[in-house]
């Protein structure tokens, strides 16, 4: 069985034509479970019943259940799905005054082993399809409904469990399905999906024509603190990272947004600013403080606020444009990771 929600446009227009029908079938499919939110066949009156069969032996519409669903004083929304297989994923609704972002997982579990991130524990398990990415949101957007304020999810950002490029063809799908008008139409430039540096994927994301947004987990500012955070900078050293983003800001004409996590003693102090900056000075990124969200998997500590602001401060002064990330959920094992972790007391 098909999963209907994992369906990009040209690929059903394919499907559609290869059943003998005509493309337009497609889209009336994408307006019957996106804008009029069918839950089964049956309910799409328009289509013949005679080919409402034929779709029922071929497509399903499955979505994630949701497993452990956890609300923070802020209004952010943390949820635990659970797929057919038991296999769990983290997805979160962060507010913003400009609209609710989603936070998705890519896949179960991670492979990248990154010494500071809960979601590295198991390893990965399996990769997520489009369908069960798309799922997320659908989920989130029913969670939205139920509270009656009228919102939706307006951003995306595939920064939750797993590593996008390395699923890569999957993320594109959910992408193109989320962004289609006849779907969620969720704006690209709303839309961001975030690395920890997969060279190839980088190179091949910059030519896909989208403009969606790019982050990169950057967290150090020379090799030897990034090769004791991120196991994968042994194989994409700043020297090969560096020039892939440089080509991604040429090709795809998009500044990227460097993610630089801030760990009491570790990459926090002046000399390390000054370093960040050299590193990304032919760039036109600009960086994202991240207070780290501690936990009792490993001994990082967050850098204080004081540190935080002069980190912040010692970019500002060296031409780096640079933010602090808002923080969420503090109250509801907001990090990366946490809440899996926790229930499958890993
Ligand atoms: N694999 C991708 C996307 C998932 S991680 C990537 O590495 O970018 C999303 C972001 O959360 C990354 O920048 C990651 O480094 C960060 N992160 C992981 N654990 C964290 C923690 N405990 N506190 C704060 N940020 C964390």
């Not at 196991?231 to 983003?245: C, G, Q």
């Not at 970019?315 to 990090?335: C, H, N, P, W, Y």
Request: glycine share 8%; charged share 25%; aromatic share 8%.
């Amino acid at each position: 069985m098909i999963n209907l929600y994992g369906q990009e446009m040209n690929k059903l227009v394919n499907q559609m034509v290869e059943l003998g029908q005509k493309p337009f079938r497609a889209t009336q499919l994408f307006t019957w479970i996106y804008e009029k939110r069918a839950e089964n066949f049956d309910e799409m009156t328009d289509i013949s019943l005679k080919f409402r069969e034929v779709l029922k032996e071929k497509y399903c519409l499955k979505l994630p259940s949701i497993y452990t669903k956890q609300v923070s004083s802020d209004g952010t929304v943390k949820l635990l799905v659970e797929f057919e297989d038991k296999a769990k994923v983290e997805c979160v609704i962060m507010r913003y005054n400009y609209g609710c972002v989603a936070c998705v997982s890519s896949q179960v579990g991670c492979n990248m082993g990154c010494s500071f991130c809960s979601s590295a524990l198991l390893g990965k398990q399996r990769n997520l399809d489009a369908g069960e990415m798309v799922g997320e949101i659908l989920v989130l957007n029913n969670v939205l409904r139920e509270e009656n304020k009228g919102q939706k999810i307006t951003h995306v950002v595939v920064m939750g469990t797993g590593e996008p490029f390395d699923n890569y063809d999957n993320v594109m799908d959910f992408i193109r399905i989320i962004n289609h008008p006849k779907a969620l139409a969720i704006g690209a430039r709303h839309i961001t999906v975030s690395t920890c540096g997969l060279v190839e994927g980088i190179r091949k994301y910059a030519r896909e024509g989208l403009q969606t947004n790019l982050a990169i987990s950057l967290h150090a500012p020379n090799n030897e603190i990034r090769n004791k955070l991120m196991k994968i900078n042994r194989a994409y050293p700043l020297e090969v990272l560096m020039p892939a983003v440089k080509e991604y800001e040429e090709i795809a004409g998009r500044r990227v947004t460097y993610e630089y996590l801030l760990l009491e003693g570790i990459n926090d102090r002046k000399e390390d600013a000054e370093q960040l900056i050299e590193l990304i000075k032919g760039t036109k990124g600009y960086v994202n403080l991240i207070p780290f969200n501690e936990t009792n998997r490993n001994d990082y500590k967050r850098s204080s606020g004081n540190r935080v602001h002069n980190f912040l401060d010692y970019l500002m002064k060296g031409g780096v444009t640079a933010t602090i990330r808002k923080e969420f959920g503090s109250d509801i094992d907001a990090a990366c990771g946490q809440l899996k972790a926790k229930v499958e007391n890993v």
